[in-house]
């Protein structure tokens, strides 16, 4: 993060739709559900298109290894509840029409040093197991580039005690320490125990800016050095890593150095050819050290821009990817890029923060493909370790139309292809609600518990929960504020998550095609209360809420989905700024 904040089933799933391909039924119930649901009324008789079954796309490419299709549990003791009227918003669902299959990676976290040892407390661990963020990475963050992973209170002799800002002003190194076992940081011994304990996987990022402001004779040998001893301790327990972050900031530690104290004629300011230099000098030490430990599956990821840097020349390194694309060449597994969607530091409306997701996710993955189309090199996973978004002075950070945002983030990810996302953070600081962390920092918020779920954390836990394994093809008519996601679950249900950006309900309908509706369709509505407006605090659930001044219901996951017959319509009321996770039962 930016230092301004510290901060297998598609043989069993073709066969599946070719059997409801053969399925006729002239019933007049039948050829209700195909106009709102069903599939297509083919004069009384039902024809199923099979879905088709697209190659894993080059951007996704290593992290859809061991891709697993899903099982949707019927909801226990669903609430029935009465349809609203259907209006003119209409929403298609199509099935045959697969997207692109879901990476379990995309629904990822950070977790940092400044949370505390938090292993010891329950109900955070319990509400991130609940999650299920399957990718937790770590350091940082900026601190990734002033931490020493096997240090505890003391820095290497050759790591100076002041490093450079970008005007060239000495300031305290601030190191950070993996074995510091104070009660307000976090020791790297019990990262790995979370990773343990809530079934996530690692990701990695080793410290690039001491190969900057290391002032020994070979200072990016040595800073490599350094990562490969932890890929050595790490001893096979993590396969994805990432030199460096956001080495193109000049907010950075090593984005600027002092030559006079540097021993291998570094230039003052880094550059892009400077990185991707180092960047194969860690690779070679890095491989190397995984190889004496049987990480077989060890992959390594390059810093990247995310948009033109000739936007952001006051403090982003201009032609960054070009140059690091060029001395870096074929090296990198994997290219990473951090977006926080929203301009900086400005007091945006909902309007304005709902706006960002599905332009700024497609634009970012053509930048970097671009980027590699320019430099000749081949199209490599794409990974999105840092998101959110950067409004301020409305409690932005914290409200419910974050947790909107993170819906919507989530399926232009999966659309455009992703391999991997991981939000920032789990935990950060009140600073007055401009507050990254997904969960409050012990008790620090004002009127809340201790580890309190933000609204994002409701809205990113019924999203996994409700959508399937593949993502397939949905397009709206009738309002341009109501955003659908469709999927599929192998076990024979279609699902779609559907947002409404406007201050206003709207009621919607889904119809399904190339589908063999069952009887039921199940749903939860998840909305903002009247607080802090528009930037409520609360989130609802089917109408249940916090009993505090902020988040969700703490029986999130024992309240009961709302039920109606798909027969007649799949009709929902989407509350103003809000979101429902629907899912249609198949035969």
């Not at 948009?307 to 060029?326: F, G, H, L, R, Y």
């Amino acid at each position: 993060m930016r230092k301004h904040f510290l901060k297998t089933g598609v043989v069993a799933l073709v066969a599946l739709a070719l059997l409801q391909s053969c399925k006729k039924d002239n019933s007049p119930n039948n050829n209700g559900n195909n106009n709102n649901g069903g599939g297509n009324n083919n004069g009384g008789s039902t024809v199923i298109t099979p879905p088709n079954n697209p190659a894993i796309a080059s951007t996704q490419g290593f992290f859809l290894d061991g891709w697993q299709a899903k099982t949707f549990a019927t909801p226990e003791s669903p609430k029935a509840v009465e349809k609203p009227k259907a209006g003119a918003v209409v929403v298609t669902v199509d099935i045959s029409q697969v997207i692109t299959k879901v990476s379990k990676n995309l629904f990822g976290n950070n977790t940092n040093p400044f949370m505390g040892q938090y292993i010891d407390q329950p109900v955070l661990m319990q509400q991130l197991t609940d999650l299920s963020p399957n990718i937790l990475r770590f350091p940082g963050g900026s601190l990734s580039d002033i931490y020493f992973w096997n240090g505890s209170n003391k820095a290497p002799d050759d790591a100076p005690a002041k490093l450079l800002n970008a005007n060239g002003a000495e300031n305290d190194a601030g190191y950070w320490y993996g074995n510091n076992t104070a009660d307000w940081t976090f020791t790297l011994d019990n990262y790995y125990k979370v990773l343990q304990q809530t079934n996530s996987t690692g990701l990695i990022t080793v410290n690039y800016g001491y190969a900057r402001y290391g002032t020994g004779d070979k200072p990016a040998e040595a800073a490599a050095h350094l990562a490969a001893d932890w890929v050595r301790y790490d001893n096979g327990r993590t396969k994805y890593w990432e030199v460096g972050n956001e080495n193109y900031g000049n907010w950075e530690a090593g984005y600027r150095i002092n030559p006079a104290d540097n021993k291998d004629g570094q230039p003052t300011i880094l550059n892009g050819a400077i990185y991707g230099i180092h960047f194969k000098i860690f690779a070679d030490s890095m491989r190397k050290a995984a190889a004496e430990v049987g990480n077989t599956g060890f992959k390594l990821g390059m810093v990247t821009t995310e948009a033109d840097e000739k936007n952001n020349t006051s403090t982003i390194i201009p032609t960054w990817n070009s140059n690091a694309m060029a001395t870096s060449g074929t090296s990198p597994d994997f290219y990473v890029v951090h977006n926080y969607y929203t301009p900086y530091m400005q007091n945006s409306s909902p309007e304005v923060i709902l706006a960002t997701p599905a332009n700024v996710t497609s634009d970012m993955m053509n930048w970097v493909k671009n980027s590699l189309d320019k430099a000749g090199l081949p199209q490599k996973p794409v990974a999105l370790d840092e998101w959110n978004i950067f409004s301020t002075g409305s409690k932005q950070m914290v409200s419910n139309v974050a947790g909107v945002h993170a819906v919507m983030v989530l399926g232009e990810l999966i659309k455009n292809q992703y391999s991997m996302a991981s939000r920032w953070d789990l935990a950060n600081s009140w600073d007055n609600g401009n507050d990254h962390g997904l969960f409050s920092n012990k008790s620090d918020e004002p009127g809340a518990p201790a580890w309190n779920a933000r609204p994002a954390f409701y809205y990113m836990y019924f999203f996994q929960k409700y959508f399937g394994d593949r993502m397939v093809s949905s397009s709206v008519t009738g309002s341009p504020d109501i955003i659908s996601y469709g999927s599929s679950f192998l076990s024979g249900q279609a699902g779609v998550v559907l947002v409404n950006r406007s201050s206003l309900d709207r009621v919607v309908t889904v119809n399904i095609k190339n589908f063999a509706a069952g009887s039921k369709y199940y749903y939860y509505t998840l909305n903002g209360g009247t607080d802090n407006a528009p930037f409520s605090r609360k989130v609802y659930v089917n109408g249940n809420g916090p009993t505090g001044e902020s988040g969700g219901p703490a029986s999130y996951k024992t309240i009961a989905a709302n039920s109606a017959a798909i027969a007649g319509g799949i009709i929902v009321t989407i509350p103003a700024r809000g979101s429902v996770f629907l899912v249609a039962e198949g035969k």
